[in-house]
Each structure stands twice: as C-alpha cells, then as structure tokens.
C-alpha cells in the first residue's frame, strides 16, 4: 500500500509538474528569412552575436548573393567540407561553389532555421535549414553532362556546423545536405 502511495504520489506531481516544463521557454528558438533575430535572456553574447551572424549569412548574404559580405561570417582562410566529401580551402574556392544552385534556379534561397545552437563559449555553433528554389535553367553536372530543367520545386533539408574563431568569423565549416533528396524533389531520379 505504501509503495502504491508513494506511486500515486509521483504520479500526481509528475502531472502538474508538466505544464510547468511546458512553459518555459525555448532557449533555442528557430529563426526565418525577412524576421529579426531573437533575443535570448540568459544566452552568452558572443554565442547570440554566432548565431546572430549566421543567421544574416544564410538569410541576406547567400540567399541575396551578396558575397561582398561573405567575409563577414567567413575567414579568408576558412576550410569547409561538403557532404560529398570535397574540401575546399579558402573563401574565394567555398565562394565559387555556393554560387552552383544560382545556375540551375534562380530564386534559389534559404528561407529558415528551425533549429540552432552552440557551445557556450560560442566556438561551435550548429544550425540546421531549408534550402528552397525552383529548377528553371539547365543544369550543368561536374562531369559537363546537362540536365534540362523541369520546373519543379525544391524544399531542401540542411545544416551547417561551423567553428569561430576569436575574431568572431568561422574558420571551419561542415555542410550537410542530401543531393540525392533535391535530385528526387526536382523529378530527375526516382
């Protein structure tokens, strides 16, 4: 009887425990393009400074092709690996491979970040997105073999881990994303 109390009781704080753990809030809120940044109390500012900074790269500088401003975020010497395994070293290398989907969609863009963290001493930070466009203009592959556009849309998982340095750019970067998803996502394989 005693250990059926002792149940009961558990039970019944666990339960109005709940809302209490339902109302707290998200330390780590989702972002979207066209959308201030949000403040966090308690988050360590250069971490909010991190994601702050991510947050204009993806939303104003990649999505709007402003790579003047690439240097804001990126270090001239920064290395970033990409989910097929190449590694480019240098933000004029990194530069010319973002500017790839531009070539076969032109409204290409990224549109949110639903998830987004980092360490507390803002040397890591990991944010994960949508990749959206539409496939309206040839698409030359690697190996010079082009595809003709279908005109399809895509939505496109992906996220980023980053490192910053001291000086508050990121010196390396780990891209995922699954290009077998976009080829599907814009009717060229099954």
Known sequence: MKSHKRLSLFTLLLLTASPVALAVQNNWPGTKAEQPTPKIKG??????????????????????????????????????????GHTTKGIRQHLDDLKYMWTFAPDNRITEHPVRFGTADAEWTAVTGFTDGTFTKPMVLPDGKVIKPTGKAYHLPMATIGHWNKQGVMDEEYLFWDDSVLMKQVGISN
């Open 43 to 84: 988050m360590p500012e250069a971490l909010a400074k991190n994601l702050a900074n991510f947050d204009d790269l993806d939303f104003r500088v990649y999505t709007h092709q402003r790579w003047w401003d690439l240097h804001k975020s990126h270090a001239m010497n920064i290395i970033v690996h990409y989910p097929d």
